[in-house]
């Protein structure tokens, strides 16, 4: 049986995909203002230890390396081809299987992690270890793409191509683009505290980097969808054709950013 990380890692998103690293720059582009201000108005620390799981290109990583100068940022993915562009000096890129390597525990003041979590099927586990790493009063921000806008589209066509596309990833490596909602229940189960949420959904039809992110991904995964017979080229291409519709304007997923403190140590009697 193929392991599920090395089907994620070599599979339908992995770095070799010819069109990978349109996708990760269209993410940044989509995203990255909102993960900013999020971790900003936590209030990052000079002296900080970060660290960025899942890293993927680093524009998070080298952001937040400006952020606490007199601190260290480790950014880490299982793949670092895209991170070792990063030359700076308190930024630490480490390969690294967030399912199987570890950290030693209460480690770091921030864990930040983005579109990691859905796309591993021991997803709960690695929750559990990840807030481990935390120290007591550190912070946890962990954002992931949540699927349910689709159950509500008013176009059959655009809502059959995107669970097909849902259904695609969870046959090629086990993700699950419905586990986010579960994220606030998650960490306060695992004694996280002031717990936070903000949800951002993403359009199609408007032209925009939401727009094109899906795109390239439904592209990217048009032909294991066709493979698994979830649809007819047909029906991919009338989905699809809908982007170009001027008339046609939808929600495609919602980001789900949930963020939580680890209490702090109890003051010795």
Known sequence: MVDPRDRYAN??????????????????RLIDRDTMAILSDIGIGDAWRCLELGAGTGSIAAW?????RDGQVVATDIDIRYLEQH?????????????????PPA?????????????????????DRIVGW????????????????????????????????????????????????????????SGVTDIGMRVTPQYVG??????????????QTRSAILDAGLLTAAEFAEGLALFDDVAFLDMAVAMM???????????VA
């Open 11 to 28: 599979g339908l998103l992995g770095f070799d995909g010819p069109t990978e690293l349109l996708r990760l720059r269209t993410r940044e």
């Open 64 to 68: 937040l390396a400006g952020q606490c």
């Open 87 to 103: 030359q700076l000096g308190n930024l630490q890129v480490r390969q690294h299987d967030v399912t199987t390597d570890s950290f």
């Open 107 to 127: 480690a770091f003041d921030l864990v930040h992690t983005r579109s990691l979590l859905v796309n591993l099927p021991e997803r709960d586990a690695v929750l």
């Open 134 to 189: 935390a120290a007591p009063g550190g912070w946890l921000v962990i954002e992931e793409p949540a699927i349910f806008p689709i159950d509500s589209s008013s176009y059959p066509a655009y809502q059959r191509l995107m669970r097909a596309l849902e259904q695609v990833m969870a046959i090629s490596h086990g993700a699950d683009m419905r586990w986010p909602r579960r994220l606030p229940a998650l960490l306060t189960a």
């Open 206 to 219: 408007d032209g925009g980097f939401g727009e094109d992110i899906w795109r390239v991904a439904l592209l």
């Open 257 to 267: 950013s949930v963020w939580g403190r680890k209490p702090s140590r109890l003051p």
